[in-house]
């Protein structure tokens, strides 16, 4: 499952500055079962604006990993709060469908 939100950067920071946060709280969020990675991802012609995806087996492991998350990761997450505003754009399964062109080796 893919859990998406949207990262506005607020004025007077960076997305640097928040990726920096992003994968360090990311770099212990993967130590969960079931974590099976991050992706930041900046939007075209808007530097301020980041989409976020987080890659989980189950969402069960995710719920498991917010209910006994490590206190290092919630400090992370509320040093960069006040920077950004996030948006939940929710919490999708895995593809029924994929198509890929032929010979895509992804």
């Known amino acids: 499952m893919k ?3 949207e990262v506005t950067v607020k004025e007077g ?7 920096d946060a992003w ?3 990311s770099e212990l969020i993967q130590q969960a079962p079931g974590a ?7 939007k075209i012609g808007e ?6 995806i ?3 087996d189950s969402k ?3 719920d498991a990993m917010d209910a006994t998350k490590d206190p290092r990761i919630v400090d992370i997450i509320k040093s960069a709060a006040p920077f950004v ?5 929710g919490e999708f399964e895995d593809p029924e469908w994929v198509v890929m062109p032929p010979g895509y080796n992804g």
């Not at 530097?47 to 976020?52: E, F, R, Y």
């Open 23 to 25: 994968v360090r709280a």
């Open 47 to 52: 530097p301020n604006k980041l989409i976020a």
């Open 85 to 89: 505003d996030i948006r939940p754009l």
């Open 60 to 62: 069960a492991d995710r």
């Open 36 to 42: 099976r990675g991050t992706e930041l991802h900046r």
């Open 54 to 56: 987080a890659s989980w």
């Open 3 to 5: 859990y998406i939100f």
């Open 13 to 19: 920071y960076k997305a640097e500055d928040y990726a």
